[in-house]
């Protein structure tokens, strides 16, 4: 799977959008790209995950750009509750990929 | 609440003890994960069981031994622990439907020390 590249960290005022860049230059043609996040001393959850159009949940939207080399997950108006390490992952879908393969992430902080 | 239980949610055990670690999930899926989450290192998959049987095993040292006795529930037996095993341990699950799943659901995770 393609590796990421995301800054370690990140402050967004409340109620702003919150912007989290995701590098991932080297991915291919059939890998998705999927956002997790993780809140303080709680299991991973999952946002949003797409392969080249733009997609939008509940949660966040997904911004893919057209060459696919970065993406941007946006959170449209951030809450304190939103303050969590952010993974942007990069595999292929297919059965018996089943792996996620976690980075760093970054950590998103949100300020009263 | 994710549907993906854990227990117990704090472990403290000495390196000559055996513990196990259950997991449980209510989602009705047919693959379960665990995964180790050291301090300030990413987490890192240990294991991967689909329809109850072990497809991954990500070179986990053999004193971590899971067992996968239906599809609702996981275990991860421990038996002489070092203290740099001392982690978050993370159960997941998900439903594979002729694809990769599109999503995995977390428990809350079973913080273990290892004295």
């Known amino acids: 799977d393609a590796k990421t590249t995301q800054p370690p960290s990140m402050d967004c005022a409340e109620g702003r959008a919150a912007n989290l860049p995701c590098n991932h230059s080297t991915i291919s043609g059939n890998e998705y790209v999927y956002w997790y996040r993780q809140i303080h001393s709680q299991g991973p959850q999952y946002i949003i995950h797409?392969?080249?159009n733009n997609e939008t949940n509940e949660m966040a939207s997904l911004i893919i750009t057209e060459d696919r080399k970065s993406s941007t997950l946006i959170l449209p108006h951030a809450t304190l509750r939103d303050t969590a390490v952010y993974y942007c992952?990069?595999?292929?879908?297919?059965?018996?990929?089943?792996?996620?393969?976690f980075g760093t992430g970054t950590r998103l902080t949100i300020i009263p | 609440e994710t549907g993906v239980t854990q227990t117990p949610r704090h472990l403290v055990m000495g390196m000559t003890n055996k513990k196990s670690l259950k997991c449980e999930q209510h989602l009705g899926h047919n693959a379960m994960y665990w995964y180790k989450q050291s301090a300030k290192k990413p987490l890192e998959l240990m294991f991967v069981y689909n329809f109850k049987e072990q497809t991954e095993n990500n070179s986990v040292p053999s004193r971590f031994s899971p067992e996968c006795p239906n599809s609702s529930h996981l275990f991860l037996h421990l038996h002489t622990l070092q203290p740099e095993d001392s982690a978050l341990y993370l159960c997941?699950?998900?439903?594979?439907?002729?694809?990769?799943?599109?999503?995995?659901?977390f428990g809350p995770g079973t913080r273990l020390t290892v004295l």
């Open positions: 997941a699950s998900s439903q594979l439907d002729g694809r990769a799943a599109v999503e995995q659901f």
């Open positions: 992952i990069v595999r292929v879908e297919g059965f018996g990929n089943e792996k996620l393969t």
């Open positions: 797409g392969l080249k």
